[in-house]
């Protein structure tokens, strides 16, 4: 009997063992990395504001450290260079593909738009990702929601991105004009 109940038991005491240090080990390797700009961040923040000294905002919460998005479902983060006094909100929003809009979008202290840099769409290849070229992105630059962004025209074939696009913007000024004291506070 002894014999029998010995080898599944030691094997599982062995196993028991190999987790608890795979735990151990994961809970040592594991860092925090809530508001840590990545590299592609990094990169939009410097395509639209040039160099600077960037950092994404965060508060304290009980389950740790957490972006600030002031309860915008949409809001992913808010990116400042204090000094200059530049303002990168980054947006996830639903174009033609639910959330296919995932970009920075660049507020200047006069609450215009200084630019924008696609972090990744999930748009339609060769109609609705158009929304992220250059060309049609600069029709922005320099906008309020008092120019009417809506008077930007939608792109052929791309109008349920076209609208995102401008649902986007106008979230990130309108979040930026009402929190602007918090955000440089």
Known sequence: MKSKVMPPLVLTLICIIVCGLLVIA???????????????????????????EYEMLTKKTDKGTEPVTFGDKHLNSVIVDKQNKNCLMEITCDGYAKDGLHLLIGIGDDGKIKGMHFLSI????????????????DKYTGLSVEDDIENVDNLTAATYSSKGLKKACEQAINLYTVHKGEIFG
């Open 26 to 52: 994961h809970d040592a390797a594991i860092k925090d990395n809530t508001g840590v700009l990545t590299d592609e961040m990094k990169k939009g923040c410097t395509g639209i504001f040039g160099e600077g």
């Open 122 to 137: 999930g748009e339609t290849p060769g109609l609705g990702a158009k929304v992220a070229q250059k060309e049609y992105t």
